[in-house]
């Protein structure tokens, strides 16, 4: 293990922070907030902390899968635990417990909230929330690797553990430019929304705190009722197309670019995401329609943005729909475990997995009458190796155990089971909203520390799928040879 390089890169993770909280103090210093010592301090003390780590140690070229592993996990601990310091310092959320889980919330992108008047928060603050969305939408690592060239060769082993999917691959040869380019798609579509935003007259800081929270799937809102409060049709519309827009596999963005138009129309995973999306839409359509709305284009106009915002695992709204009929609510709970695609911003299960689980259980009636038989699974004409799969059915398994283990955990405190039900999932998938308690017009504020330390536990084990944060406390894995074979 390579301490001096895993620490130095930690510390210049956290120069790096430091840096991204300027725009945040600029925003406060515009509107004359008094959270601009807050910003200032929690600055200093990140790049004096970060220029410690950085300076102390020596930084060996070719991190390998145990150092990316040990990087990327302590990486967002750490990077969430500095990033609290502004609530904390201005007094918006003093509890360090509270401040912890929303900042964990915020680079997580689920945008679950402890806060119950967001309107109440200083400009500054607000930014820095929805900010924290769009730096870790593509991932706060994958930002180091692209702007940090020391990282140089080992920069891969980041993206790898990082990277949501089973399979990160490379867009350039360079791992550092591959990040790049992923960024300069993330960015593209992050003016473009604000851009459509402002043309439906949403405040500039609005729509950018807004777009923040959309492009990166985040769902930290600076109103109360969330996106429901602009009670516009067209902004709801623009918002909506855009999370669904988040939720597809970046590289396909840049496979339009190059011109590659069979190869995005052929893509098995795309079409599955959008044909669940179809489907749930119109039946969540006719579901609310007459019972809820009495038009049937306001009932379509809804279901399609829960749907998107869910599925997407953005967590905005622009309804109560935990006050819908059970249909819908059940299948926008069952969304929660979907997610976006592989290499979106999306959290959750992702629909590659969903897709390769549909195409094995395809094979294993296939065999109950041709028992011989040797099927493949095959995604868009290439046969996955059976580890790929084997994997992805590890993985679909712990997701379950993870979400049954945290319901009964969180169930000891009280809650009823819908509440806790719908708090892991949308924690675990990194959603935000869940049902019951905590609702789309509710908050986590009601739960004890020890339920918020958890589910922030939850929220990392979703951002970084699982496998990551579980190898690196399971003693036996560091002793093999299981994270050294790939070196």
Not at 339 to 345: I, K, Q, V
């Amino acid at each position: 293990m390579g301490y001096g390089s895993v620490i130095k890169i930690l510390g210049n993770l956290l120069l790096v922070e430091a840096a991204l909280m300027i725009p945040s103090l600029m925003v406060s210093i515009y509107y004359n907030g008094q959270d601009k010592m807050a910003f200032i301090l929690s600055i200093i003390i990140t790049s004096v902390v970060g220029l410690i780590m950085g300076k102390s140690f020596k930084y060996n070229k070719g991190i390998k899968a145990r150092e990316g592993l040990t990087i990327v996990a302590f990486g967002w601990i750490l990077a969430s635990f500095f990033g609290s310091l502004p609530f904390i310092f201005s007094g918006s959320i003093p509890s360090w417990v509270d401040a912890f889980f929303e900042t964990v919330s915020g680079f997580t992108t689920t945008g679950a909230t402890i806060v119950d008047n967001v309107e109440g928060l200083p400009k500054g603050i607000l930014f820095w929330r929805s900010f924290t969305h769009w730096i870790g939408g593509m991932g706060i690592l994958v930002f180091t690797v692209a702007i940090l060239p020391t990282l140089g060769v080992g920069g891969f082993q980041i993206f790898k553990v990082e990277s949501p999917g089973p399979r990160p691959d490379r867009i350039a040869p360079k791992i550092k430019d591959t990040a790049k380019i992923l960024y300069i798609t993330y960015l593209f579509i992050t003016i473009l929304q604000i851009i459509l935003l402002l043309i439906g007259k949403m405040p500039f800081f609005d729509a950018a705190v807004h777009t923040f929270g959309t492009v990166g799937t985040g769902g930290f809102s600076i109103k109360n009722a969330s996106v429901g409060a602009y009670n516009s049709t067209y902004i709801h519309i623009v918002i909506g197309i855009f999370m669904v827009l988040s939720g597809v596999n970046f590289s396909l963005y840049y496979s339009l670019f190059k011109g590659k138009w069979k190869e995005v129309i052929k893509n098995e995973e795309l079409k599955l995401y959008l044909g669940i999306i179809f489907t749930a839409v119109l039946l969540i359509a006719l579901n609310i329609n007459r019972n809820v709305y009495h038009r049937f284009w306001l009932s379509l106009r809804d279901a399609f943005f829960q749907v998107a915002s869910i599925i997407t695992t953005t967590g905005y709204a622009t309804a109560d729909f935990d006050s819908w009929p059970t249909f819908s609510k059940t299948i926008l709970f069952s969304l929660m475990f979907v997610g976006g695609c592989a290499g979106s911003t999306g959290g959750a299960i992702k629909n590659i997995r969903i897709l390769v689980l549909l195409k094995l259980v395809k094979r294993e009636i296939s065999k109950i009458f041709h028992p011989r038989a040797i099927i493949p699974i095959k995604v868009e004409d290439r046969i996955l190796p059976n580890e790929v799969v084997a994997g992805i059915s590890s993985f679909f398994m712990l997701y379950i155990l993870v979400f049954i283990l945290g319901t009964i955990l969180i169930s000891l405190e009280g809650i009823d089971f819908e509440s806790s039900a719908g708090a892991v999932a949308a924690t675990l998938g990194n959603i935000g909203p869940g049902l019951a308690l905590v609702g789309p017009s509710r908050t986590y504020s009601k739960f004890s520390y020890v339920s918020k330390l958890l589910l922030s536990l939850f929220m990392l084990l979703g951002r970084l799928e699982l496998f990551t944060i579980i190898a690196l406390f399971t003693p036996g894995v560091w002793k093999s040879e299981i994270l050294t074979k790939n070196r």
